[in-house]
């Protein structure tokens, strides 16, 4: 990451360029994603999209609609590229944008192509700091084609809901089971640690469970290690959808609305953990 001086006319040319007079906004999505340094970037003319990844495990998307920004501009269908994130936000941070009660720069960012660094001028009271990232071929990242092999259970609950039931998790635990059944307990969340099983249970019939839909009864195990980095976009959401597919695959779809009162959207998947064959 460096910070430089550049002329005028560099950050209004490129492949993409996108201002916000909030950047707030998006610091508030990249902080739930960072749970790793690299992420890939896509950018379309519906938005950007994020990408990070968990060896390979379990990942993050989220998604920034052009409705977040003044002034949106992409010449090609899609653009894609890889980059430091931890880096991003330090750079959209840099005048305190990201804290509570601060005033939120503006921010113009452009990407001028395939070798070129995605550049981003802050203003805030007349003072304008650019910064430039370095870009980088992106990595392959996993399709877990979660939707063709059909969603078999969804439950959409008040995101104070899955909060407590995070919150109570044994930390000394590896696994966490989800059990989502048509029949009571309907939805259960436990956990293996060394004072023994503990369980929590929501009903359908709860008032801040706003939808429920099970199609059949599915228990699978998921590492804690993959599950903690959701609890970052959950801390921040306003509801969160819990879907199952018939492979046992987890995506948890996180509904954010940022302080501009745009509505984001963050959805996390997870492999379930394997288990042992008879031999």
């Known amino acids: 990451m460096s910070i430089y001086r550049q002329e005028e006319r560099e950050i209004n040319d490129g492949q993409f360029r996108a201002k916000t007079d909030n950047v707030k906004n998006i610091l508030q999505i990249l902080k739930t994603m960072n749970f790793r340094d690299q992420a890939n970037v896509v950018l379309s003319p519906s938005g950007i999209k994020v990408t990070v990844e968990n060896v390979k ?17 992409i010449e090609e269908e899609m653009v894609i590229f890889k980059l430091n994130l931890t880096s991003w936000i330090e750079c959209l ?23 070129y660094p995605l550049v981003l001028e802050l203003e805030e009271d007349g003072v304008v700091t650019d910064c430039e990232i370095k870009t980088e071929e992106p990595e392959d990242t996993l399709d877990f084609d979660f939707f063709s092999t059909g969603v078999m259970n969804k439950i959409i609950m008040r995101s104070e809901c899955l909060k407590e039931v995070f919150t109570d998790l044994d930390v000394t635990s590896e696994m966490m089971e989800i059990l989502m059944s048509p029949d009571a307990p309907y939805f259960r969340v436990s956990t293996f640690g060394n004072y023994g099983t503990s369980q929590t249970e929501i009903s359908m019939e ?42 046992g695959f987890l995506c948890l779809q ?11 959207f963050i959805e996390y998947f997870c492999c379930p953990e394997e288990e042992d064959g008879d031999d």
């Open 57 to 73: 495990c379990a990942q993050a998307n989220a998604f920034i609609e052009t409705d977040l920004f003044q002034e949106y501009e």
């Open 93 to 115: 941070n840099i005048f305190g944008g990201g804290s509570a009660g601060a005033a939120s720069p503006s921010l113009k960012m452009v990407y001028r192509g395939h070798g």
């Open 254 to 264: 996180f509904m954010i609305r940022t302080e501009s009162h745009h509505i984001c």
């Open 206 to 247: 709860s008032e801040l469970v706003e939808h429920f839909e099970c199609k059949q009864t599915l228990k699978q195990r998921y590492r804690m290690s993959l599950i903690k980095p959701s609890i970052k976009p959950l801390t921040a959401a306003l509801k969160v959808s819990v879907r199952m597919d018939a492979r």
